[in-house]
């Protein structure tokens, strides 16, 4: 079963469209954690969410984590072709030192 | 800025051959992890390390091994490779619980 659920799955969309990717969970999480992946690259940290209700912004991605700390969405305004890749929330579980859960991601094509 | 080292880069094992993972860092993180990513898939944790000595199983440990006898390094150990252990194979570090993860450049191994 996996703790964190990430949809969609894929998603191609054409430069300058807008986009929500969502990450979901019935766990709660102390922090969820939004990563790139290009390909033949580790993940690299976008962003990191704490507080119930936070919204963060990065440029043209706005991060939200849910109130209850159990979900958190990336939104893209005005996708551009550098926005492409694998994008993958992560996060402890609350009380379970040490250990991270990653989603299986989104993988995110923008085109030209 | 070293970060988090993987070595090697590339890996072709016969079924039943053993190999052992390196991977270094050089940020002095006591967390270091073990991932794999199969095609499609998010990074799913094999085995994780809260500081030197200290070894613990994430969700899919069979036929993994580590330790930790140093903070710098955390070798992942193959016993006797199969073919499901083809896979892209990621080290992470990190400062404390639930901060921000430092990955390494990944180690592909194909087991025929």
């Known amino acids: 079963t996996q703790l964190l659920e990430q949809s969609p799955q894929f998603l191609s969309i054409q430069e300058g469209e807008n986009l929500t990717v969502y990450c979901n969970s019935s766990?709660?999480?102390?922090?969820l954690q939004w990563y790139r992946q290009e390909p033949g690259e580790g993940p690299v940290l976008l962003v990191t969410?704490?507080?119930?209700?936070e919204v963060k912004k990065l440029k043209r991605l706005t991060f939200q984590f849910g109130d209850a700390r159990k979900d958190s969405s990336l939104h893209i305004t005005a996708a551009q072709p550098g926005d492409t890749g694998l994008y993958l929330c992560a996060g402890p579980l609350l009380g379970n030192a040490g250990k991270s859960t990653f989603g299986d991601g989104t993988t995110l094509t923008v085109k030209p | 800025n070293a970060g988090v080292t993987q070595t090697p880069k590339f890996q072709v094992l016969k079924t039943g051959q053993s190999m052992t993972l390196q991977c270094a860092q050089d940020m002095n993180h006591e967390y270091m992890s073990w991932y794999r990513q199969d095609p499609g898939m998010g990074l799913r944790l094999i085995h994780y390390?809260?500081?030197?000595?200290?070894?613990d199983q994430g969700e899919v440990p069979n036929g993994y091994n580590v330790s930790r006898s140093t903070t710098e390094d955390f070798p992942l150990r193959l016993l006797s490779a199969a073919p499901s252990q083809t896979s892209v194979y990621f080290c992470a570090s990190s400062a404390r619980r639930g901060a921000e993860a430092f990955f390494g450049q990944g180690t592909r191994l194909t087991v025929v």
């Open positions: 766990s709660v999480f102390s922090s």
């Open positions: 969410v704490v507080t119930g209700g």
């Open positions: 390390s809260v500081g030197a000595g200290i070894t």
